[in-house]
């Protein structure tokens, strides 16, 4: 029996949610509540309360005395810590329901099921998937999980990951001629951006888009992993100054962030571990440019150069560059002048003597699938766009119609950027030496060189030499991998790219090596497929609190 005060309730309490959300409870007396460790008589009511406290937070008035309220041993950190309420999504009719997308994947099962069933059963399914990763080291023993295991390169590299796992440091290994090092890429899902983009995750409980629930979640993530170099992106400005930074440099972390410009409160962050790198320079890149229209968007690049600590040279550097290139499929034009833009930065860092660079990796979140002209522009060093529609660049429409093609040049000349990719200043001084000596071989025919510019106009270049970490397919089925699942797609959109060492037997072909050394991958956390990311609803789910996997790679530093 309830008390009388309670009883007075009205049936509709509305309350905010978040400032942006409406709560509404018209619903009878439920059990949708629970308080860890204390259940006062009164704990099944659908107490309406803000997702936002704050230490004025005080009870209303009709619940009556106060004093008669604190002998129910009430306590705040508990209820923010272990509340476990559903807000209902207007959208959806039950809490059980799902898209239509994902019920087509998930055929043969109940509708009607419950959560708890949907999962066990998906286990059972799963089997097959997980078999490989049962003798891998269990990173988690929660319900629903689906493990991924390290593939390796090389032996070696095994053998070292055990002996890290077991608290040895690298130092101590006695091997004073190499350097290995794990980066990790994770786009960890900006709450903003979640909040106004619901539709992708009306397959989720409720509770689990919380970022209260969320940031455990992927910190936890980040320390089972315990990459030595993040490159994260969609870190939401507000979250990195007041939990994100201050939680990775308790892990041991220096942190680097470059937030959008513009109203966008999200940008990337790389954070590297003291104890491996010291940092000599930080140089954010920003994209948009009031004076070209063009660029009128906020995306956002960061390239670090990073000096190893041990068992390297003196001069040894590492050019570590993080991007979340433009979204529209539709606005190749911009992916493009975007992507430019990095390399350029990164060509303007990672420069070393006699003309070479030091070893380079990019990661982030570029809104380009495997096989497309964006993505072989930078596995291959170049990309003749003549004749390229403008929603064909990223590959993220099978059928782009009624577009207009890629202007040549894509971008005016005032951005200061040559097709090769370099800054044009350094591109003129490259042409000054070079016009010396063909001055001597000039042809006879001077309209031959206009011709051969003009046709010169439409190839964009860079000069790294770039492999990608995954290879995007698994070769027992060529099932593509996935980086990112929701209720509209899963495709693959985040990479890691690296300067292969002409030694690297994992290496796929990309352009001139120009590089002094280079990096050998040693191994890489497994990508999973779609199929797999469904028998844990997708995501995010209970343990993955983003639609983004985490990319992790091992790899060894390879001098000259």
């Known amino acids: 029996m ?69 002998n129910y041993n009430w306590h705040l950190d508990n209820y923010t810590q272990s509340c476990c309420f559903h807000l209902p999504n207007p959208s959806m009719k039950s809490e059980g329901e799902e898209p239509l997308t994902k019920k087509r994947r998930l055929s043969g099962q109940d509708d009607t099921s419950t959560p708890e069933q949907e999962t066990n059963l998906s286990n059972q399914k799963g089997v097959s998937c997980l078999s490989v990763a049962q003798n891998e080291e269990k990173h988690s023993s929660k319900k629903g999980t689906i493990k991924r295991h390290w593939e390796y390169f090389c032996q070696q590299s095994k053998t070292m990951k055990i002996a890290k796992n077991k608290g040895s440091d690298q130092s101590n290994t006695g091997s004073d001629a190499t350097f290995d090092f794990t980066v990790m890429s994770y786009n960890i899902l900006s709450q903003n951006l979640l909040e106004d983009n619901s539709h992708l995750y009306k397959h989720c409980r409720q509770r689990l888009l919380f970022w209260t629930y969320r940031f455990p979640n992927i910190l936890q993530e980040i320390k089972e992993l315990d990459a030595d170099v993040l490159c994260l992106q969609e870190v939401q400005e507000d979250h990195y100054r007041t939990e994100i930074k201050s939680s990775l440099e308790s892990l041991g972390y220096h942190c680097e962030y470059k937030m959008r410009t513009g109203r966008k409160p999200d940008g990337c962050a790389i954070c590297f571990k003291t104890s491996k790198f010291s940092l000599i320079s930080s140089n954010p890149v920003e994209f948009f440019r009031r004076d070209i229209p063009l660029l009128d968007r906020d995306n956002v690049g960061l390239v670090l150069l990073l000096q190893p600590r041990f068992h390297c040279k003196a001069s040894a550097a590492i050019c570590i560059a993080n991007t979340h290139l433009l979204y529209n499929p539709r606005r190749g034009d911009i992916k493009l002048t975007q992507l430019a833009m990095l390399l350029a930065e990164i060509a303007s860092v990672a420069p070393q ?24 522009f930078i596995k291959e060093g170049k990309l003749n766009y003549e004749g390229l529609a403008i929603g064909k660049v990223s590959g993220q429409e099978q059928f782009p119609r009624g577009q207009r093609i890629l202007s040549i040049p894509i971008w005016p000349k005032k951005l200061g950027i040559s097709q090769n990719c370099v800054y044009e200043i350094k591109q003129q001084q490259k042409e000054e030496n070079a016009g010396e000596k063909l001055e001597a071989a000039k042809p006879d025919n001077p309209q031959e060189i206009v011709i051969a510019s003009e046709k010169l106009s439409s190839k964009l270049r860079h000069h790294f030499k ?53 990096l050998k991958l040693l191994g890489r956390l497994a990508l999973l497929t779609e199929k797999d990311l469904w028998t844990v609803n997708g995501l995010p789910n209970e343990n993955n609190s983003s639609d983004h996997l985490p990319l992790l790679a091992e790899f060894r530093l390879i001098e000259r």
């Open 2 to 70: 309830l008390p009388r005060h309670v009883q007075r309730l009205g049936r509709d309490w509305i309350t905010h949610w978040n400032g942006s959300q409406l709560l509404t409870l018209n619903s009878p007396v439920s059990s949708c509540m629970r308080w860890a460790r204390h259940s006062p008589p009164w704990a099944s009511f659908p107490l309406p309360i803000s997702a936002d406290f704050s230490a004025n937070w005080r009870f209303p008035p009709v619940f009556g005395p106060w004093r008669q309220f604190q």
């Open 466 to 518: 770039l492999s990608s970490v995954y290879s995007h397919y698994f070769p027992e089925t060529g099932i593509p991998e996935v980086t990112t699942c929701h209720s509209r797609s899963a495709v693959t959109v985040d990479y890691i790219f690296y300067s292969a060492a002409n030694d690297d037997t994992a290496a796929q072909p990309g352009a001139e090596d120009s590089f002094c050394g280079g």
């Open 353 to 376: 003597k006699h003309g070479s660079f030091c070893p380079v990796i990019i990661c982030g979140d570029f809104n380009s699938v495997p096989g497309s002209p964006l993505y072989r």
